[in-house]
């Protein structure tokens, strides 16, 4: 199996936000275990260092 890191466009940030670490698979703002992807991306925009890419 290959891994890849994706960048985060228009065309794929809501997939991405979709993205949950949650057992009953439903995606919230509140992760169980991690910041939501959501909030992660948000955070981007005004954090010139933070680049966020899928898996």
Do not use: R
């Not at 909030?39 to 933070?50: C, D, G, Q, R, W």
């Amino acid at each position: 199996m290959e891994i890849t890191l994706q960048e985060i466009t228009v065309d794929n940030f809501y997939d991405v936000c979709l993205l949950t670490t949650n057992k009953s698979g439903i995606p919230t703002f509140d992760e169980e275990f991690l910041c939501s992807n959501s909030v992660s991306i948000a955070e981007s925009k005004y954090y010139p260092l933070l680049n966020p890419q899928a898996i």
